[in-house]
């Protein structure tokens, strides 16, 4: 038995390491992912005829789908903006190779190389799982004809060829198509492929296995989820804000929650409330904190104003602010003021993170707001929900069952969640951006 560590897409090859663990891919990857998984290069009929012997530690990785880590590699900062980022400096730094020499003397003719969009659309011709791979190796008679679907395609010839060193014939069909579009880094080309819909039920493996068996290593060293570093620390106003967003992600993001932190309020929250959260807000930008933090402001006034407030601020990469959503279904809501309970928008005037959750109750009327006090920044009032800590409670104990079957709805939370989402990782694109330039 070989004793490699690999990262595979789809039986491709993205990482290659032996004699030592190299490079770390738990953040790709869940605890639950960890798993035993038929493995190609084990001789099962040797345990066939010795059943005392096990091959449960070489068959052990880590295994998920390509459709399913794609949150995962986004949060990273992996979004199509980074890959095409990487890809063009790929081809300008081909380009610098077409270069007049120092002594003036013309360069080769540089080659058109393809434009970001038309390799998406390359990518997308070739479903992996549909590229052949049967091993044929070079001295093969009639080992030429794997290449000729690929090599019939003029895009070939148009990919970036930077690497000068690098594979690209492979052994199959399939090797030979990882080896065409290697130019890019592993996580850059599993980005790239989860744009192929096709590609999304493609396993991505991290084998070790074999190499604990071995002796060289112990499985425990192998850990899975996001490291710190890569986390994302949500300050928010209030203690319920940071249980209804740390359930919500539990019940409707397992798929990314540990990517997501929290201050520890066990004991009360050391900046309970809007102005406190700007102030806190305020501070971390004017020292140079290396956590990535996210500044979660309730969608009322009293949010929106401080959340404004904080836009004269220039922040660093590692840090974003941002609002509850705006939703229509919050823009004919009931509100009782002085002139009674009138049906009115509330976005960006009472929308509290409560208001996102299932507003039925049994045995309560409809929910409402209740205008409070008047922000003359804004010239608009403030309001509240009513009885919000029972909307809390409520949502603190449905059941799984209940969001599943829709009896609870959680639409507005999801919207919350996808907004959240959404500013992680355009941080974590910019954060790579940055240190790529």
């Known amino acids: 038995m070989t004793t490699p560590i690999t990262l595979t897409v789809g039986a491709i090859t993205l990482t290659f390491n032996k004699w030592e663990i190299g490079v770390d891919h738990g953040m790709l ?5 960890r798993q035993r998984r038929h493995h190609p290069d084990i001789d099962y009929s040797y345990y066939d005829e010795h059943p005392e012997e096990d091959p449960a530690q070489s068959e052990t990785c880590f295994c998920r789908s390509l459709g399913s880590m794609l949150p995962r590699l986004e949060l990273l900062g992996y979004t199509l903006a980074t890959v095409k980022a990487e890809y063009e400096v790929q081809v300008m730094q081909e380009a610098e190779r077409y270069a007049d020499d120092d002594d003036g003397a013309p360069a080769p003719t540089r ?66 198509f990882g080896g065409l579009i290697g130019f890019l880094s592993p996580y850059s080309v599993l980005r790239v492929l989860a744009e192929n819909p096709a590609n999304l039920k493609l396993d991505v493996v991290w084998d070790y296995g074999n190499f604990v068996a071995a002796g060289w290593a112990k499985n425990e060293e192998f850990v899975a989820g996001a490291r710190r570093a890569q986390t994302f620390l949500l300050a928010t106003e209030g203690t319920s804000d940071t249980h209804i967003l740390k359930r919500g992600l539990s019940l409707l993001r397992p798929d990314v929650e540990d990517f997501f932190r929290f201050i520890d309020i066990e004991e009360r929250h050391p900046f309970s409330g809007t102005s406190n959260l700007a102030k806190f807000a305020e501070g971390l930008v004017k020292i140079d904190v290396q956590n990535r933090v996210v500044f979660v402001f309730d969608n009322d006034a009293e949010g929106v104003d401080a959340y404004r ?21 919050l823009r004919d809501f009931p509100a009782r003021g002085p002139s009674g309970v009138v049906r009115t928008d509330i976005n960006g005037r009472a929308a509290a993170i409560e208001c996102y959750l299932d507003l039925r109750l049994a045995g309560r009327p409809e929910a409402q707001v209740t205008w409070t006090n008047f922000k003359e920044s804004l010239g608009t009032y403030q309001g509240a929900l009513d009885f919000k800590e029972s909307y809390a409670k409520a949502f ?17 939370l999801r919207t919350v969640l996808d907004a959240l989402f959404a500013t992680c990782c355009a941080m974590s694109t910019d954060i790579l951006l940055r240190e790529s330039r």
């Open 396 to 412: 603190y104990e449905v059941s799984v069952e209940a969001i599943a079957t829709g009896t609870y709805d959680v639409s507005k």
């Open 309 to 329: 407030s904080l836009q004269r601020f220039s922040f660093p990469a590692n840090m974003r602010s941002m609002l509850l959503p705006d939703l229509d279904q």
């Open 29 to 33: 990857f869940q605890e639950s992912d």
């Open 111 to 176: 080659p058109e190389r393809l434009e970001f969009n038309r390799f998406i659309e390359f990518i997308c011709r070739y479903p992996v799982s549909d590229l052949n791979d049967e091993y044929r190796p070079d001295t093969e008679a009639g080992s030429e004809q794997w290449r000729a679907r690929l090599a019939a395609d003029p895009a070939v010839a148009l990919l970036p060829q930077v690497d000068q060193d690098r594979d690209v014939d492979g052994y199959s069909e399939r090797s030979h």
